[in-house]
Each structure stands twice: as structure tokens, then as C-alpha cells.
């Protein structure tokens, strides 16, 4: 009963690298999230998908691009790293108006 | 779009103390309401929710209130233990959108 799965779950950058952050869930969840948390700042959304085939810019989706491979899958790519996105990375899914159900995060760091 | 403000942003109570987070909303059509609680070094995870059509609901230790004419719900948690220490978010969402407004989120300490 895996949920939400999230890999890496750490990763350390340098400037202009590229990386992408894999999501998956086995609830049959029809929408993905990607947000961010940052000390004080809470969850802001970066990307989110309705369903599957459908993509959609978030309160911050500079610096980043989204793609929903099939249901389950929903990956992160940043395309040239910058300091500005060190941060801590969570994947959720839910169906409906129903509760999220959020992965265990990914904690990456940009030098 | 909608606002969800959470307060406070701390709280410290003694083991047995209740503590209380209260979040107000800014869309009336908003009909759903979670509580997360987010423990160090994990996702945050679902606690107890509530929707429009019910004023409260408990779950053993915890109840949530919701007054739609305010705009506002409130956690409660009684006999609070060492394990309650986390950071608790509130959200408001509606049917038809599929995304969530997120309070800030509260950072509970509970000291033996």
C-alpha cells in the first residue's frame, strides 16, 4: 500500500544542472499536484494535472516544466538549476473534492 | 480566488493542555475543509476533515468546527501528548476546482 511515491528523496545540485523529480501513486487518483515548502512559506503550488493529458501552471511555475507520463506518473524537471529552488519538493494526488494524499518529499539543494 | 488565513503561527502548550488553530476562509462557495498534520522529515498527512453541510466532527482527541456565516474552522486537539508536536495546515476547496487554498500551517510544540 505504497501511496505516493516520490524519488530521489535527496539531491544535491550545482548551478545550471538539470534534474528531473519522478512521482507515482497507486490509488487510481485522477489529479497530481507538485508544490514546494519553504520555511514560513507553507505549500505554494508549482504545476498541477486534472487529469491525465492536462498540465496547468501553479502559483509558481517559473524555472520549471511538468509532465504527466500516464495516470500514475506526474515528473518535475528543472531545466537549469539556480540557488532560488533549493527547497523541499511534494508530489500529492487526490479524485474529486476529496482529501490530498502527499508523498514523503524530495530535499534538494542547489550550490 | 480564495484566502486561507491560519493562526498562530506557534503554539506552545503544556502536555494535557488543549491547543486550538483557527483558519479563515474568503470564498463562500468553498464547501470542503481538511487539517493535515506534517510531521519532521514527512508529507503531510490527512488528520480530520469536515464539510459545509456539518458544524463539527470528532475524532477521538480531535474535533473540527466550521461556522459558514464567519468564514471560519478551528482544530481542536484535547489532552495533548509529546507525539501531537508537528506542523498543522488547514485548507478550503470546492467542487469544481481542482485546487485546494493552504494556510500557512502551525507549528504545534507540546512540552512534557
Known amino acids: 500500500n505504497a501511496g505516493v511515491t516520490q524519488t530521489p528523496k535527496f539531491q544535491v545540485l550545482k548551478t545550471g544542472q538539470s534534474m528531473t523529480l519522478q512521482c507515482a501513486q497507486d490509488?487510481?487518483?485522477?489529479?497530481m499536484y507538485w508544490y514546494r515548502q519553504d520555511p514560513g512559506m507553507g505549500l505554494r503550488l508549482i504545476y498541477y494535472?486534472?487529469?491525465?493529458?492536462?498540465?496547468d501552471k501553479g502559483e509558481v511555475p517559473n524555472g520549471y516544466n511538468v509532465s504527466r507520463l500516464n495516470k500514475r506518473e506526474f515528473s518535475l524537471r528543472l531545466e537549469s538549476a539556480a540557488p532560488s529552488q533549493t527547497s523541499v519538493y511534494f508530489c500529492?494526488?487526490?479524485?474529486?473534492?476529496?482529501?490530498?494524499?502527499f508523498g514523503d518529499g524530495t530535499r534538494l539543494s542547489i550550490l | 480566488g480564495e484566502n486561507v488565513e491560519q493562526h498562530p503561527s506557534t503554539l506552545s502548550v503544556q502536555e494535557g493542555d488543549s491547543a486550538v488553530i483557527k483558519c479563515t476562509y474568503s470564498d463562500s462557495a468553498s464547501n470542503y475543509f481538511p487539517w493535515y498534520k506534517q510531521e519532521l522529515g514527512k508529507g503531510p498527512q490527512l488528520i480530520i476533515d469536515?464539510?459545509?453541510?456539518?458544524g463539527e466532527k470528532k475524532d477521538q482527541r480531535i474535533a473540527v468546527t466550521l461556522n459558514k456565516t464567519a468564514k471560519h474552522f478551528s482544530l481542536h486537539i484535547t489532552e495533548t501528548q509529546p507525539e501531537d508536536s508537528a506542523v498543522y495546515f488547514c485548507?478550503?476547496?470546492?467542487?469544481?476546482?481542482?485546487?485546494?487554498?493552504f494556510g500557512r500551517g502551525t507549528s504545534l510544540i507540546v512540552h512534557p
Open positions: 469536515i464539510r459545509s453541510n456539518v
Open positions: 494535472s486534472a487529469s491525465e493529458g492536462t498540465t
Open positions: 485548507a478550503a476547496s470546492r467542487g469544481g476546482s481542482y485546487i485546494p487554498t
Open positions: 490509488m487510481n487518483h485522477n489529479s
Open positions: 500529492a494526488s487526490t479524485s474529486g473534492n476529496q482529501p490530498q494524499h
